[in-house]
T-cell receptor, first 116, second 115 residues
Framework: AQSVTQLGSHVSVSEGALVLLRCNYSSSVPPYLFWYVQYPNQGLQLLLKYTSAATLVKGINGFEAEFKKSETSFHLTKPSAHMSDAAEYFCAVTDAFNQAGTALIFGKGTTLSVSS | EAGVAQSPRYKIIEKRQSVAFWCNPISGHATLYWYQQILGQGPKLLIQ????????DSQLPKDRFSAERLKGVDSTLKIQPAKLEDSAVYLCASSFVGGREDTQYFGPGTRLTVL
């Protein structure tokens, strides 16, 4: 079965510092990969997705992620953190082995804290 | 355009009681998903509908959970009877076609507490 691993359940950065959130996936077929953000008491909002068009994917709010097949990784980065980036971030992959449906398989999430 | 709507936003019940959640997807979206998000974990699929038919309910605890999507639009998820371990946020999502690359749009969720 496919799976997603997010290294680090909690990441803390200073405002203006680089944000790096790690995601590794397991899949024997080309995956579709997603990053979602969840603010407190809200649903998930798509930041960006990889659908094999380009390995470097740019998303909203200045975030981007690079698909590296050799490393089975899809890490999320942002050059300069802002206080408003504090939230929980989820990496997800579409379950290619599920012949029936197209559900997302999520990692456990990484909470990003930003200090001034 | 309006997003995915869910109600209620919060619900507190005693164990063994029943509860129902409602979801209205984005207009025109054929695919509707219900996910369960337990505190500290990522969402996990409960059921997927394509129009008004069930596509995947392999992870739905069918002895207590049921869901329907009448007329291929709104959907209701029911738990009867509830257990303590059902305490979670129940998220509804929809997508236009339901392909593996399609974006799933999520509602704000219903936070269920079972006492």
């Amino acid at each position: 079965a496919q799976s997603v691993t997010q290294l680090g359940s909690h990441v803390s950065v200073s405002e203006g510092a680089l944000v790096l959130l790690r995601c590794n996936y397991s899949s024997s077929v080309p995956p579709y990969l997603f990053w979602y953000v969840q603010y407190p008491n809200q649903g998930l909002q798509l930041l960006l997705k990889y659908t094999s068009a380009a390995t470097l994917v740019k998303g909203i709010n200045g975030f981007e992620a690079e698909f590296k097949k050799s490393e089975t990784s899809f890490h999320l980065t942002k050059p300069s953190a802002h206080m408003s980036d504090a939230a929980e971030y989820f990496c997800a992959v579409t379950d290619a082995f599920n012949q029936a449906g197209t559900a997302l398989i999520f990692g456990k999430g990484t909470t990003l804290s930003v200090s001034s | 355009e309006a997003g995915v709507a869910q109600s209620p936003r919060y619900k507190i019940i005693e164990k063994r009681q029943s509860v129902a959640f409602w979801c209205n997807p984005i207009s025109g979206h054929a695919t509707l998903y219900w996910y369960q998000q337990i505190l500290g974990q990522g969402p996990k699929l409960l059921i997927q509908f394509q129009n008004n038919g069930v596509v995947d309910d392999s992870q739905l605890p069918k002895d207590r959970f049921s869901a329907e999507r009448l007329k291929g639009v709104d959907s209701t998820l029911k738990i009867q009877p509830a257990k303590l371990e059902d305490s979670a946020v129940y998220l509804c999502a929809s997508s236009f076609v339901g392909g593996r690359e399609d974006t799933q749009y999520f509602g704000p969720g219903t936070r269920l507490t079972v006492l």
